[in-house]
């Protein structure tokens, strides 16, 4: 999607709210079998994923693990201050999903914040403060109160749009039709 055409198209500023997908994965990840066992068949999920994102020209690799972004959510909320947000979270995504890379590994993220020209010294040193833990900690509190239970959630004023979308979802979930 474009978000610049659309935030152009409908005069939008964009809050971006971080979400707990899986706030227990350990740091060598899970094995998504393993997490929706009986639950889902993964194999299918996933194919069916990569035809969307390749429809609309995003990275997807298939993947067999999911990792734990809390991290990189709480890099991002850094990157953000330093005007670098969409920056980084195209990286991280592109790492996420474009290679299958374990962004819950502090070394893939001082590397993406490296590939930005993002100071790696400081990376490490907001991750070691938790400078951002709180802002990551309200965003979940939000996230939950307005009943996200899945990523990607949008959402315009009353109205959700889940999952990857095209353009013209997004036109529509904004004028409400």
């Avoid at 201050?81 to 299958?100: I, M, P, S, T």
């Avoid at 070691?128 to 939950?144: I, M, N, Q, Y």
């Avoid at 749009?161 to 997004?170: C, E, I, W």
């Amino acid at each position: 999607m474009r978000i610049e055409q659309l935030c152009r198209e409908f005069d939008l500023n964009l809050r971006w709210t971080v979400f707990p997908l899986h706030p227990e994965t350990p740091l060598k990840g899970r094995e998504l079998s393993d997490l929706f066992a009986g639950r889902m068949n993964v194999p299918k999920v996933m194919a069916d994923l990569k035809i969307m994102a390749e429809g609309l020209g995003l990275p997807f690799v298939k993947r067999t693990h999911t990792y734990n972004s809390r991290h990189a959510q709480e890099l991002g909320k850094w990157a953000e201050q330093l005007g670098q947000g969409g920056a980084f979270r195209d990286a991280v995504y592109h790492a996420y999903f474009g290679e299958g890379r374990n962004i819950a590994v502090v070394s893939e993220l001082t590397a993406i914040c490296e590939s930005l020209d993002l100071s790696v010294v400081d990376a490490q040193q907001v991750l070691d403060d938790g400078r951002f833990s709180a802002e990551v900690d309200a965003d979940w509190d939000r996230a939950r109160n307005v009943g996200v239970s899945s990523v990607p959630t949008h959402s315009y004023g009353n109205r959700t749009l889940v999952g990857f979308q095209d353009y013209a979802a997004f036109q529509q979930l904004i004028r409400g039709g």
